[in-house]
């Protein structure tokens, strides 16, 4: 296809088998290039698209091809039991420890694991990661001091490899470091490699301390093929085309410069990707000519290699720097570009069987759990990683209290103790209704809470760290106390001030599955949204139907038909008849008017059994916006190209 074209398209054509079984062939994924003003905007190089393809985290019939596992197929199920995948940013929970990030990552992943031994292995990999010295500082983000940027980076390596990983992936690890932090954590990763586990990862334009870390890599410019092999022999491989490398000059600088040469000119990049793929010598640009060797270098014939390496192909032109796949640390072994070097490879360059983890192997397959833990060990672990962090940010559970205390005490001060006459009986329905709808903002800031521990829990379950049922169930319980508290406090300001007649402990319950259910729904809705903007404004565009439709405005009775179902949808609504019905229930007068009359002309029930329907109605809500949460994160929240 052309490049021009709506589409573009990776394609690794030909077969690659990597150290530790694991061999790719024939992979191409297609995109759809988005046009803004007339400029094609389409993918990049490709290292992220093809890192994610080995991965297992392209979508089912998205990615063509195959990559298999001792010759096994490779399936999302399998490669998230065997490997680790370290993306570009650092998803962690900025008041958590060094220690702490590493210790909860230790429990979902080594479930069956003495906490001795998950401590002691925590020790060690800080101890590796050379993050000794900052064992016990938080993490932070950008509002809260913390570890440093390498430090961080060292940390979320670590939280990949606590179970030990026989595949590490990693996409980008010295993204947005400076070249001593950046340099720190390449001598990391390489030490891992060393260990035993096979890493693959990418890296933009390294520098020459970071190259030498490197056994095998692969140079991609344009989506296409530019070199594959030992980072000494670019030397050779510049040579076939008729180059010089002076030796003070870095060789793999050297060609990128080259790389990006032909992209400015007539030929392109696809002259230097069809001499990696075929071996034929691509025409010398002017600029080179008279650096070329005086003698003719011979071509090979076209076909006359065997074992030449896959390229991509027909990427949309918009990443002329070349980027890394890196093999690293003798770890990955590839087949070399053609005539990249003269020598023959000798069992030095490959992965010797007793340093390979067991991967594919059926037995492995049987005896490797989808999760360490069971269901209620991982939701204890959630519990108490969310208490820790809702402890060390008070603000978002102060600042409600303090609302509810400030609100309740104006409430308790505008509506002292209502008079027994008509004006009373208002201003009782007014406070009811307030009171709703102030429990049903109270929740709101939940969105951008949320929004960003969503980042972290994509990255944990992307590994099977933990289901997303024990998340559900483990962030609802962890603040029930919480929210119970914040009823309490409203409940007590308000009771005697307004001089409620009805049952206290409904009252209170009302309140209590009332912020319940809300907060069940504002999650939902953060679970849905792309970020908190939106969510701000879909949990407040919901909360204005709600209000509207609950029965305050216009009785049930009086509603339009086709508006009927907004009445039951809104959760407003039950609340805010249950409490009515808990003070006016009675046989007791209100400014000479009986209660049951009071709520007749309200449009509501007086039948006894029907304000506990009420509270069966506002769990039922609060459990189905539960469920929907659920099925947002374990069906639609993975982080996968599509």
Not at 96 to 118: C, H, I, N, P, Q
Not at 203 to 224: K, N
Request: hydrophobic share 40%; net charge positive.
């Amino acid at each position: 296809m052309k490049d021009d074209g709506p589409d573009a398209v990776i394609d690794i054509a030909k077969p690659v088998n990597l150290a530790g079984g694991l061999e790719f062939s024939n992979l191409t994924y297609t995109v759809i290039k988005k046009r803004v003003h007339n400029r094609s905007h389409g993918p990049g190089a490709g290292k992220s698209t093809f890192l994610d393809g080995l991965a297992g985290r392209i979508a089912t019939g998205s990615l063509m091809g195959r990559v298999s596992l001792d010759g096994a197929d490779v399936n999302p199920s399998l490669i998230k039991r065997i490997s680790a995948y370290v993306m570009q940013d650092d998803r962690l929970f900025p008041m958590l420890t060094v220690y702490e990030t590493l210790m909860f990552a230790a429990d979902f992943r080594l479930g069956s694991m003495s906490t001795a031994d998950k401590r002691q292995r925590v020790e060690q990999l800080i101890e590796k990661l050379g993050l000794s010295s900052s064992r016990n500082t938080y993490i932070g983000d950008e509002g809260r001091r913390g570890v440093s940027g390498g430090e961080r980076r060292r940390v979320t390596i670590g939280v990949g490899i606590i179970h030990g990983p026989s595949l590490l992936f990693l996409d980008e690890p010295t993204s947005g470091l400076d070249s001593t932090s950046a340099h720190s954590v390449m001598e990391r990763v390489h030490d891992i490699a060393r260990s035993g586990s096979t890493v693959v990862l990418t890296i933009h334009q390294p520098s020459s301390r970071i190259e030498v870390l490197l056994d095998r890599v692969i140079v991609l410019a344009r989506g296409q093929l530019m070199y594959q092999g030992a980072p000494r022999d670019v030397v050779g491989h510049l040579g076939r085309i008729g180059l010089k490398v002076s030796k003070s000059e870095n060789p793999m600088e050297y060609f990128i410069d080259v790389v990006q040469e032909y992209d400015r000119s007539d030929l392109g990049v696809e002259a230097l990707a069809e001499f990696a793929l075929t071996g034929v010598r691509p025409p010398l640009l002017v600029a080179y000519e008279e650096m070329s060797a005086s003698t003719e270098l011979p071509q090979p014939k076209r076909g006359s290699h065997k074992q030449a390496a896959g390229g991509s192909r027909a990427l949309a032109k918009n990443s002329p720097t070349p980027v890394y796949y890196a093999y690293s640390s003798e770890i990955l072994q590839g087949t070399p570009t053609p005539h990249s070097s003269d020598r023959t490879l000798n069992e030095d360059d490959y992965m010797t069987d007793s340093m390979v983890h067991p991967i594919a192997t059926e037995a492995y397959r049987k005896l490797t759990p989808k999760f360490a833990n069971s269901f209620l060990p991982e939701t204890w672990i959630l519990m108490r990683r969310n208490f820790i962090n809702i402890t060390r940010t008070p603000e978002l559970f102060v600042s409600r209290l303090f609302v509810l205390a400030i609100m309740g005490f104006m409430m308790a001060t505008m509506f002292w103790h209502p008079k027994n006459n008509t004006q009373g009986i208002t201003d009782r329905v007014s406070f009811f209704i307030f009171t709703v709808c102030l429990f049903f903002f109270s929740s709101n800031d939940a969105v951008p809470a949320f929004i960003q521990e969503r980042f972290v829990f994509i990255r944990e379950t992307s590994h099977n760290a933990y289901r997303a049922s024990s998340y559900t169930v483990a962030c609802l319980i962890t603040y029930l106390p919480f929210l119970a508290l914040q009823a309490a406090l409203y409940a007590v300001i308000v009771w005697l001030p307004l001089q409620l007649d009805g049952a206290f402990g409904y009252f209170l319950l009302v309140l209590y599955v009332s912020l319940i259910s809300t907060n069940s729904f504002v999650v939902f809705v953060s679970a849905v949204v792309p970020n908190y903007i939106v969510g701000y404004a879909a949990v407040i565009a919901c909360t204005a139907l709600f209000f509207l439709f609950c029965g305050y405005f216009l009785s049930s009775h009086a509603m339009p038909r086709y508006w009927k179902w907004m009445y039951y949808v809104s959760t407003m609504t039950y609340p805010y008849e249950g409490l009515l019905m808990n003070e006016y229930q009675q046989n007791k007068t209100f400014g000479n008017v009986p209660g049951n009359s009071i709520l007749e002309s309200l449009g509501i029930g007086i039948e006894h059994n029907l304000k506990w329907h009420k509270v069966y109605a506002i769990l039922g809500w609060a459990v189905l916006y539960r469920v929907l949460f659920y099925i947002v994160l374990r069906f639609f929240s993975k982080n996968q190209r599509k």
